[in-house]
């Protein structure tokens, strides 16, 4: 377009009109030399939309943006539009205006990949953020490049007010979510939180999510890509006010180490892996199982042929000492054998059976064929009596004592066995531990030593 000299006036009175806001005289102006916007933002310094915006002209503002929307995304050398400068500025009036000319605008990014409403939160402009919001909920959604969604950037910009709004909008619109996003190092919001010592921030967090103990779990154990939780890294931090205000916040909500959490961790992957080993091998248990009873019942039918109880005859009671020494019937310690292995095998075999379909007729089943052994058990058994003290037990009663005190004390064994190697394990780590902290102090005691004497030397 060519500029003729009678059109110099009109771009002053354009200016003039701008400037001043005179909707009226901008009009008539646009009316007899509509190109006139075009020719101005080709010559002027600042386009026309520009100098609207630092006149703070809304009239003229709303009038160039209805006829003209392409000068509203026009950006400036750091990719800014006219709503991003507005934001930055907290002018809410004036953000009203652009939303309302073109909604679009909140989806803009400027060279930091940051949309409209990143840059009014990391300016801490919370009406305006509100605005926005309320104007473009999804632009709520929106990440950077280096996946900071509006919460990241409220927090590392220390901007607690606007993350309180943030907080209050994500609830209207359901957006609850994005806390739990996590930026390009795999920080969370409260990660981030606990980094900057930003107590408010950090109870609103852990208070939001009490509601329920399973996400406030998740967020405070979350790791980033450090492998770090929360808790982590406000013992990393240096001591001051702020850290010791949030540790007891942490603990109190079920912040744990990353440590406690990979020991747990492996906990729960042992325990799956033996349920799983279970499940897979249950076929083999139970033919196994089966087969001890079967031995045991083979056995048991074949003992009165080589041990008939008319020929066992016991006429006196035995001593109690004879139990340990071996002076009973033999008849009688191969049934204490059988009624321990019997037993053990009945109480596996019920809890397989049980988990499987039909399991209860099952578990019915297991609990007559240990009827019948009773029953067999007390068919077999020479009648006989050991005195203890001034009582007399008959041999069926005390092979049944026998049978379940060895596997109350084979049980204790293992117990304690189990958590003495777990006690063993925890004393070595701790042991460790001591002895790479003492080789730490020894070292930096010799590089303080070695560098006071340096300093003695160069003196």
Known sequence: MSISDDSLPSFSSLSDAIKEDDIGSLKSILSTKPEILELAAQIWPEDPFV???NSKSLHVIKEIGTRKPEFARMKNQDGNTILHLACATGDDEMVRVLVRIDSKLCYVRNKLSMTPLHTAV???????????????????????????????????????????VLLEEAEKIGKENLLKKKDHQGDSVLHVAVSNKLVPIVKMLVVYYSRSRTGLLELVNSKNKKGHTALDLCNMSNSSVSADWIHPILIEHGATESNTLRKSASLISRSRSSSMWLTEKREVLLVILAIFIGVVFTVSSALPTYFPKDKINVSEPFQFEAVASGRLPLVFYFLVCLTVTLTISACFLTVLLYKLPLGYLLFLSAIAIFFL??????????????????????????????????????????LVGKYFLLGFNKFTEWLMRRLQDSNLLSTSAKVESHNQSGEIEMK
């Open 122 to 164: 990391r300016h801490g402009q919370g009406d305006v953020v509100r605005e926005l919001i309320s104007a473009c909920p999804k632009s709520l959604g929106i990440r950077t490049s280096q996946l900071e969604t509006a919460f990241h950037v409220a927090v590392k910009n220390n901007k607690c007010d606007a993350f309180k």
């Open 51 to 53: 100098l609207a915006y």
């Open 373 to 414: 052994y009773i029953l067999l058990a007390n068919y077999i058994m020479p009648e006989f009596f050991i005195k203890l003290g001034s009582h007399d037990i008959s041999s069926y009663r005390l092979m049944w004592i026998l049978a379940l005190s060895y596997i109350f004390a084979g049980t204790l064994l293992l």
